[in-house]
């Protein structure tokens, strides 16, 4: 049997390869606050991880490399200056480990669409060469590193929902009681930046009206999705709307098509919709898949696991 080999093999082998799987997010509530003095927003959000997915592998090595397949090959940069890269570079720095690595990025998540792919790949790199050069480090200590590198990384290490504070990388889970949300994702062609959506955000005012996400977290709670699809809230979707007009047809098409709810993912262009259940996601997908009104259509639920060795 496989618990057979895996008891045989020698003890060194034991460490790799190592295959880590990494969710999207969906921010449920994103109310934006004012510009801190290192520039960053406050922020007041409910990050939730979704079933789709982008994997890491990681082998022994005795430099550093990373190539990729999937979603954004050949626009996506592979060198240094990647989240990746600069992931591993930091946990090594933390560790005194060497930074020695081959990665391998199988890659769904679409790039630069709000749905945090690239904060997901550098949550994966920390917990998969934490895992390879046998670290060890607590998920905290993860969180720790994770902050240093990007708002939304910690979030990505731990998965499920959760309440995000500071400017979003003070993170504390929301028990939702194994409740299943469905959700259809419309992917636009061209992505939009991240850093210009929220400098748009303050030239249109940068004031945010979503305020306290407590009546979200109660409908959670409640786990009824038509109490749901009243609370969602997005502080950056009128910045996204200003910059890419045309969502506007694409959060109407996916309304007109029967969703509970539609509003922008995050700082966009994505955009996502509230289902029942697994059936009338699949229904609205294929509707708005017969549409055309986005370059690709997905169905994911949440919440589910951050990123974890498979
Ligand atoms: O933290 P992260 O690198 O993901 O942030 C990307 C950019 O988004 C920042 O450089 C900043 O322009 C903007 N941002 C912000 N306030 C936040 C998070 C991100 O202004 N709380």
Redesign the pocket.
């Known amino acids: 049997s496989e618990d057979d080999e895996e008891f045989d093999r020698p003890r060194l082998a034991a460490h790799g390869p190592v295959r880590v799987r990494v969710p999207a997010k969906i921010n449920l509530h994103l109310h ?1 606050g004012p ?1 801190r003095p290192d ?5 007041t959000t409910v990050y939730h991880a979704i079933g789709l997915y982008d994997e890491l592998t990681a082998r022994r090595g005795d430099t550093l490399t990373l190539t990729m397949e999937g979603e954004g090959t050949g626009a996506l940069s592979l060198g240094e200056d990647n989240l990746i890269m600069r992931a591993v570079r930091a946990l090594a720095a933390e560790t005194g480990h060497d930074a020695f690595a081959r990665l391998h990025l199988k890659k769904q998540i679409p790039i630069a669409a709000g749905l ?1 792919g ?2 997901a790949d550098a949550a994966a790199a920390l917990v998969a060469c934490d895992h390879l050069w046998g670290t060890g480090l607590a998920r905290d200590d993860l969180a720790a590193i994770a902050a240093t ?5 910690p979030f990505l290490v731990l998965g499920g929902t959760a309440l995000g504070t ?4 003070l993170v504390s889970p929301v028990l939702t009681g194994g409740h299943a949300w469905h959700w259809v994702l419309a992917v636009a062609d061209e992505g939009l930046s ?2 210009v ?3 748009t955000f303050d030239e249109l005012g940068g004031v945010g009206v979503a305020g306290s996400p407590d009546d979200l977290l109660a409908a959670l709670r409640q786990r009824d999705p038509e109490v749901l699809a009243d609370r969602l809230a997005n502080d950056l979707q009128a910045a996204a709307l200003h910059l890419r007009p045309e969502l506007r047809q694409v959060l109407d098409a996916g309304l007109d098509a029967g969703a509970l709810a539609g509003l922008v993912s995050g ?1 966009g262009p994505t955009c996502v919709f509230l289902a029942e259940d697994a059936r009338h996601a699949a229904l609205l997908a294929a509707e708005l898949e017969a549409r055309a009104c986005c370059r690709a259509v997905r169905t994911a639920a949440g919440p589910v696991p951050g990123a974890r060795v498979l």
């Open positions: 934006v510009v520039g960053f927003h406050e922020l945090a690239g904060s590198l990007g708002s939304d990384i500071g400017r979003g990388e991240t850093p959506v929220y400098k700082s």
